[in-house]
């Protein structure tokens, strides 16, 4: 079964950077969306970021901070993050759906930023 490989998570100070990847581990067809959601503990996980076709869509706490891109002939999906504060420390996890309705999600990847 295809499964999302994430990196790139990890620990930063308040105002630092980090780029997230993902990448499936076999061929996924008719991706539709791709997307990055984050999730702490008691707490729904969350969209932060979504892109489809040439369109992306952000959570307005990481507008301006945050960019979605892909690379489509790979199928990865990155996310550069900048300016991080200590309130975007949660699990990240990356989400690729079809157009058949299927979703696939990454395994997570911790991000942790310090004030």
């Known amino acids: 079964q295809v499964q999302l490989v994430e990196s790139g998570g990890g620990l930063v100070q308040d105002g630092g950077s980090l780029r997230l990847s993902c990448a499936p581990s076999?061929?996924?067809?008719?991706?539709?969306?791709m997307g990055w959601y984050r999730q702490t503990p008691g707490k729904q996980r969350e969209l932060v970021a979504a892109?489809?076709?040439?369109?992306?869509n952000y959570a307005d706490s990481v507008k301006g901070r945050f960019t979605i891109s892909r690379d489509n002939g790979k199928n990865i999906v990155y996310l550069q993050m900048n300016s991080l504060k200590p309130e975007d420390t949660a699990v990240y996890y990356c989400?690729?759906?079809?157009?058949?309705?299927?979703?696939?999600w990454g395994q997570g990847t911790q991000v942790t930023v310090s004030s």
């Open positions: 989400n690729y759906k079809t157009r058949w309705g299927t979703d696939f």
């Open positions: 892109i489809s076709g040439g369109s992306a």
């Open positions: 076999g061929n996924i067809f008719s991706i539709k969306v």
